[in-house]
């Protein structure tokens, strides 16, 4: 049995996700309205490590959801990441081979984070069981 309350785990997870992915997606709003368009390259650089800090920490307050979740949802939701995982890894590798072969227009790596969890949302309806 989990030590937190499943509402809890819910709710602190919640919190947490509107938290970091609140900021991430905020910073990126102003910068593709220009509002760092004048940074130099090595602070445009050490600026683009810290806007992946909430990327980092989303990941790890999923991680904490499911340790504080029971068995059942910590197996249902492990098959859904790895599912679409498989998912992410296979579109992004079919597009980064139609880039080098097929001339296909780039798509930044940015764009990684989004799929993965539009994957997610698309096969967590179709998984319901950890089987």
């Known amino acids: ?21 609140g900021g991430y997606v905020a910073v990126n709003i102003a910068a593709i309205f220009g509002a760092f368009d004048d940074m130099k390259p090595r602070g445009a650089a050490a600026f683009a490590l810290v806007v992946s800090v909430p990327i980092i920490c989303h990941i790890g307050a999923f991680l904490a ?3 504080d979740s029971d068995e059942f949802v910590r197996g ?39 799929l993965f969890w539009l994957a997610y949302g698309l096969v967590s309806p179709f998984i319901r069981t950890s089987h």
């Open 65 to 67: 959801w499911l340790r």
């Open 76 to 114: 249902v939701a492990v098959k859904r990441m790895v599912i679409a995982m498989g998912i992410t890894l296979s579109l992004c590798s079919a597009w980064g081979l139609m880039e080098v072969y097929a001339k296909a227009p780039h798509v930044s790596a940015v764009m990684v984070v989004p």
């Open 1 to 21: 049995m989990p030590a937190v309350s499943p509402e809890s785990a819910n709710r602190k997870y919640l919190i947490r996700t509107l938290l970091f992915m």
